[in-house]
């Protein structure tokens, strides 16, 4: 069937710089450059781009410069061209389209209408280069009230099991099948270095990555995949995934041509076969079943770690909260509509869910007004892309927050939305071994590991501009934040006051 | 360790008196018991504590001695549980390895996503029972039910052998399950009797037996026997139907790239 689609990016090729030394054709992995023999000359064709810039930015005499096409179609508000282009493709396949990353809609970003306070002559700012800033935080549930011994000063209060991170900022769930095992690699080895967690996803650890246990969080999702008993005792934090931010409801098909030998391995399912996670968890169809897995899980670790669970932010995301803390969850993760994948039906990507900062306003909020915040930690996922996100996020309420795109962004990603198609050309979302060994996990964790680095120094330099010098200070404190160009109704669910006020 | 270990008549018994007790505490005095050798416990009074055995991964043999409670031998690696009555809902739930023997009913979702061992039910089982069972190499679980079972048997299953025995229905009667094997992409599973067309699940086949799955059934059917006090070979000479998953990526098509 001749396609219909128009091409996306066009290829410019400045042929005086051009020295056909074919290193755009051996890194392009969509078949976008080749050598016309015929007229001995390296070209392009414009149809199969899908701009990742990979061919840019190996191009050794930067020949090369990929631009949208300006094709235009009659202006029309409601027919836009995506809508266009994906009825396009459907109509030519029949299928459920499929995305990677995150949703790119217009919904509002409400970390840009939210700004940071800072302390003038009152109270002095500290300056965190001479003065010593914590930003070391503890995942756990923690005790309704504390008793000190009088005598001797000693804590009489069992803690429920903590896990120190020296940064409020975790790398959240990505799995090895739908990353490559560099990927993990590298994310684990930052994780390690920067004394924060890696999260493996719901596709098992690989044996090779045992030795980061103790910077790592399992998932435990309704694939089980790769669970088992030495999988549970090598990590700090188990998670239960019960939806995520990109597809809430939905489950997750790796395609059998991704489940490789080693992922094979891993996933423990044969080569070849779809991995397949059921939309659901089985043994979870409510609440009192949520807090079944969650002790069966305390019961499997013998209370020695806090369990996690993880649920994609969705409008009664509050209530729900409130069940999971009180079904024993020491650890609650929400995943917002700006949630990446490495496949998602599109159209659930891009029409499921609610913001993030909404979502963590209104469970901290509720935790509060219940009065068991105490008992779990809060942790955010889904859009974070920078520290002054994290410090609002801080501020609105979370303990820590994970980062996803952000960390692969750093590895190379250029956010061109083909993770679903398995020919990730940076080598980031693949299972293909020529690909995967684009990204070499001695650079990859000094990238992440640099990443987090920089954070670090904004987020004390943040505090110490607002006066404080403990994250935990800042922590839940939204009079630190103000909005701008909100509604009343914003402002009333995220807490905050308008700016000036 | 090995089955004639599990036999051994001289290994000493502890025995744990489970009335009062929370999960955590009847679980607290089973680690203890295992870790200091212990290779046989009995649990007198067990009320529907939940998650017997779930972190033991010793070859103890349990038996038990009432109800336990949901997700028995749950994430469970090695121990052989014989249970003397009923299980509830999740029994073997993510089991790595080890024996479930219930000498009675159990409920829902028996061997949840199991990745080995065996689980042995004499009487029925409830919805969704092996589902998302898998295999891979030789950790292959295997779950045999005497009785019948509900709707969505096998469902989503990715691996395993599961064998549907039948031995309460009557003269004539049929399995009632509908859906069955729904969403299969790996594993087998044996059903004596037959079941019509519209019980099973679109991504299901149906087979005759070869010689292999006969030394399958041969193998299991005699376990199962075995436990029971039933004969294998009167099982055994009634006809069997063999489901299998027609493809090994059931959704390789739904989707546009």
């Given at each position: 069937m001749k396609t219909y689609l128009p091409p996306k990016f066009i290829v410019e090729r400045d042929p005086e710089r051009c020295i056909e030394c074919e290193v755009c054709i051996n890194q392009c992995t969509f078949d976008t450059h080749y050598y016309d023999a015929e007229d001995d000359e390296v070209r392009s064709r414009e149809g199969t781009c899908v701009g990742c810039h990979r061919c840019v930015l190996f191009c050794p005499t930067h020949a090369l410069n990929v631009r949208t096409i300006p094709l235009d179609y009659r202006d029309n508000y409601n027919w836009r061209p995506e809508f266009i282009e994906d009825i396009i493709k459907q109509a030519e396949t029949g299928g459920v389209l499929l995305t990677g990353m995150g949703n790119d809609k217009g919904y509002r970003i409400y970390w840009d209408h939210l700004v940071l306070n800072a302390s003038q002559v009152t109270n002095p700012s500290i300056d965190p280069l001479r003065e010593p800033m914590e930003l070391t935080t503890y995942i756990g549930r923690k005790p309704d009230k504390i008793e000190v011994d009088a005598d001797s000063s000693n804590l009489k209060t069992d803690f429920a099991p903590q896990v120190r991170i020296e940064v409020p900022v975790m790398f959240t769930a990505m799995s090895y099948g739908a990353v490559s095992l560099n990927v993990h690699e590298s994310l684990a080895r930052a994780a390690t270095e920067a004394g924060t967690l890696w999260n493996t996803g719901e596709g098992g650890l690989h044996p090779k990555l045992y030795q980061y246990g103790k910077n790592t969080i399992v998932q435990v999702a309704s694939g089980r995949f790769g669970v088992h008993p030495e999988y549970l005792d090598a990590a700090s934090i188990v998670e239960i995934?019960?939806?995520?931010?990109?597809?809430?409801?939905?489950?997750?098909?790796?395609?059998?041509?991704?489940?490789?030998?080693?992922?094979?391995?891993?996933?423990?399912?044969?080569?070849?076969?779809?991995?397949?996670?059921?939309?659901?968890?089985?043994?979870?169809?409510?609440?009192?079943?949520?807090?079944?897995?969650?002790?069966?899980?305390?019961?499997?670790?013998?209370?020695?770690?806090?369990?996690?669970?993880?649920?994609a932010a969705v409008h009664n995301s509050a209530a729900i909260a409130s069940g999971m803390v009180r079904a024993g969850a020491d650890m609650i993760v929400l995943d917002g509509l700006r949630g990446s994948t490495g496949a998602a039906p599109k159209i659930i990507r891009d029409n499921v869910g609610i913001p993030i900062e909404m979502a963590l306003a209104s469970v901290d909020t509720r935790l509060r007004q219940e009065g068991i915040r105490n008992q779990a930690s809060v942790v955010i996922a889904g859009g974070i892309r920078n520290s002054g996100d994290v410090a609002k996020a801080i501020a609105l309420g979370a303990d820590a927050v994970y980062i996803g795109t952000a960390a692969l962004v750093a590895l190379g990603c250029c956010l061109c939305q083909q993770c679903h198609t398995g020919k990730c050309a940076w080598g980031i979302c693949t299972t293909d071994l020529s690909l995967t060994k684009r990204i070499n996990p001695d650079i990859g964790a000094r990238r992440l590991a640099n990443l987090l680095r920089g954070w670090s120094l904004e987020l004390k330099e943040i505090l110490g501009g607002m006066g404080i010098n403990a994250l935990e200070s800042l922590r839940g404190n939204r009079l630190h934040l103000r909005g701008i160009g909100l509604t009343d109704t914003e402002l009333e669910i995220l807490g905050v006051q308008m700016a000036g006020s | 360790m090995t089955k004639s270990a599990y036999r051994n008549k001289d290994k000493r018994t502890v025995k744990i008196d489970a009335y009062g007790d929370t999960h955590r505490e009847l679980n607290a005095k089973l680690r203890d018991a295992v870790s200091n050798g212990t290779l046989r416990i009995e649990l007198q009074n067990v009320y529907g504590q939940r998650y017997i055995g779930t972190d033991l991964d010793k070859p103890v043999e349990i038996e038990i001695f009432g109800v336990p409670g949901n997700d028995l031998g749950s994430f469970m690696d090695g121990p052989m549980i014989i249970v003397r009555g009923n299980a509830q809902d999740g029994c073997g739930n993510t089991m790595n390895n080890g024996e479930i023997i219930v000498h009675g009913h159990a409920g829902d979702i028996i061997g949840h996503s199991a990745r080995g061992g065996k689980i042995f039910i004499r009487e029925d089982v409830g919805y969704r029972a092996a589902i998302h069972m898998k295999e891979y190499r030789d950790k292959k679980p295997v779950l045999v039910v005497g009785g019948t079972a509900q709707d969505f048997f096998g469902e989503y299953m990715a691996g395993g052998i599961v064998i549907l025995l039948g031995l309460n229905l009557k003269e004539g009667e049929h399995h009632k399950a509908r859906f069955i094997g729904t969403g299969m992409h790996g594993g087998v599973i044996y059903l004596r009797g037959s079941v019509e067309d519209f019980q099973l699940g679109k991504e299901v086949g149906v087979a005759e037996l070869d010689e292999q799955d006969r030394q399958v059934l041969q193998k299991y059917v005699g376990e199962f026997a075995a436990h029971f006090g039933y004969d294998a070979g009167e099982i055994l000479k009634h006809k069997f139907t063999k489901l299998f998953p027609l493809y090994l990526r059931p959704y390789g098509r739904l989707y546009a790239y």
């Open positions: 995934k019960i939806g995520q931010g990109a597809k809430p409801g939905i489950g997750g098909h790796l395609p059998g041509e991704k489940v490789s030998a080693d992922v094979s391995k891993t996933r423990m399912i044969p080569q070849g076969t779809d991995a397949l996670s059921p939309a659901p968890q089985h043994d979870i169809y409510s609440i009192e079943d949520l807090a079944q897995l969650v002790h069966a899980l305390k019961e499997a670790t013998n209370y020695t770690k806090p369990i996690a669970v993880k649920i | -």
